[in-house]
């Protein structure tokens, strides 16, 4: 079974300009969240997509946003880009709506952003 | 609201030595996570802890859950290098789609 997946890997921008980033779920899960782990600022939750709805986001500006498709893969866009956004985004995704329940959350391998 | 702390932040152990990580977190919480983080790579989950007096082994590490003092640990016996990474505790609560993270603790085992 594919895990979740995610693109690019690397990710070179110059500060102004957008960013996009994509996520595949594991098969069957339809909730998909974004983390950003930036240095010295730890984990910290973006969004939460499930259904095809922004359910939960965490506290960053609107210029952070995404949406989600019908066959729940997601993609966060970054306006705007400002350097403190170089930082490794995390999808994750899980089996139960809102929660990793008893299966807890799996971790794509990320896409490192760097904003110059 | 649901904040999670871990202590401590950096572990430098021996090799063969036992230490434990511990986690504590603020309010109510329904699940409690853990998971490993290799330099510049993705959290590999490692346990999933329900429900007060959970218990879980997988090889040197094993993880517990006190719900009344809200806290869970994460034991390591015998450390081998292949153990260091960093090691975060997260909390969950009802679903709400966000997880809280600790900092993380930074283990590096030496021979």
């Known amino acids: 079974e594919a895990g979740v997946t995610q693109s690019p890997t690397h990710l070179i921008k110059t500060r102004g300009q957008q960013a996009t980033l994509r996520c595949s779920p594991i098969s069957g899960h339809t909730s998909v969240y974004w983390y950003q782990q930036a240095l010295g600022l730890g984990l910290q939750f973006l969004l939460w997509?499930?259904?095809?709805?922004?359910?939960n986001r965490g506290n960053f500006p609107p210029r952070f946003s995404g949406r989600q498709f019908p066959n729940y893969s997601s993609e966060l866009n970054v306006n705007a880009l400002e350097l403190e956004d170089s930082a490794l985004y995390l999808c994750?995704?899980?089996?139960?709506?809102?929660?990793?329940?008893?299966?807890?959350?799996?971790f794509g391998s990320g896409t490192r952003l760097t904003v110059v | 609201e649901l904040k999670v702390e871990q202590n401590p932040l950096f572990l430098s152990m021996q090799e063969g030595k036992n230490y434990t990580i511990y986690c504590n977190y603020s309010t109510t919480s329904d699940r409690l996570y853990w998971y490993r983080q290799d330099p510049g790579k993705s959290l590999e989950s490692l346990f999933v802890l329900l429900s007060n007096g959970a218990v879980k082994q997988e090889g040197r590490l094993m993880a517990s859950l006190d719900t009344k003092a809200r806290l869970s640990t994460l034991h390591i016996t015998a450390a081998v290098h292949d153990l260091s990474a960093t090691y975060f505790c997260?909390?969950?609560?009802?679903?709400?789609?966000?997880?809280?993270f600790g900092k993380g603790t930074k283990l590096s085992v030496k021979p």
């Open positions: 994750a995704s899980s089996l139960y709506r809102g929660t990793g329940g008893g299966y807890g959350y799996t």
């Open positions: 997509y499930d259904e095809g709805e922004e359910r």
């Open positions: 997260a909390a969950d609560r009802g679903s709400q789609g966000n997880l809280i």
